[in-house]
């Protein structure tokens, strides 16, 4: 889900842009003080391949300029940020066990990014297990990109993500801050679906959707 981009009324350019978006139940009904994250994809990237230390002297930006910013949808169910530097961006809506993942852009000439009409669905679970030659249970962790989320494995290797909104993510197995494995394809999360994703970085893992068996 992408935002429909317009320039500002404004004679001059500007660093900085503005994000908004309307957030909606299946019944249309306007989803009120659900918890709105704004995700700098660019940053998560590098997070998830130790470049984050790299990103933030580039941009000179200090450790509280790299958090995500957050807000709430408002009685009519609309969110804005506002002085949202240039870049791509995740924005993640929760209600409970309802949520969505969009994506916004801010330009040069397209400062203002105005979301397509978020509906928010049941979230999904993502259950698996790593290969045994990557268990190091106190350092090991499955990291979801989209969402900049992480859980650790148990000593078998195995693991649990629940309350994953719908859509598809990008799966990679880290040691600290190394990627150690990644998933070639992305994996698709519907609504309230349990995707299983078995032996991770062995030779042949197999993803389980819907009891039906893909090959990696």
């Known amino acids: 889900m992408r935002c429909d ?16 978006g309307w957030v909606v139940y299946k019944n249309k009904k306007a989803v009120r003080d ?12 590098m997070v998830s391949i130790g470049q984050a230390k790299q990103r933030a002297l580039t941009k000179k930006c200090s450790s509280a300029e790299m958090m995500p910013e957050s807000t709430n949808t408002s009685p009519a169910g609309f969110f ?9 961006y995740y924005i993640e809506i929760n209600d409970h066990s309802l949520g969505a993942v969009a994506e916004a852009a801010i330009s ?40 900049d989320r992480r ?12 309350n994953v909104p719908a859509r598809d993510y990008t799966i990679r197995i880290m040691e600290n801050s190394t990627v150690v494995e990644s998933l070639l394809d992305t994996i698709e999360v519907s609504e309230s679906d349990t995707v299983s994703v078995y032996n991770i970085g062995a030779e042949f893992g197999t993803i389980d959707i819907d009891g039906i068996i893909h090959e990696e």
């Open 5 to 20: 981009c317009s320039r500002s009324v404004t004679s001059t350019e500007t660093d900085t842009g503005q994000i908004t």
């Open 34 to 45: 659900a918890d709105v994250i704004l995700r700098d994809a660019d940053m998560i990237q």
């Open 80 to 88: 804005s940020f506002s002085e949202v530097d240039i870049g791509d």
């Open 108 to 147: 040069d000439d397209k400062p203002v990014c105005s979301i397509d009409t978020i509906v928010l669905k049941q979230t999904g679970t993502i259950e698996g297990s790593i290969d045994k030659s990557l268990i190091k249970v106190d350092s090991t962790f499955v990291y979801i990109v989209e969402i």
């Open 151 to 162: 859980v650790s494995v148990d000593s078998l290797g195995r693991f649990l993500i629940e």
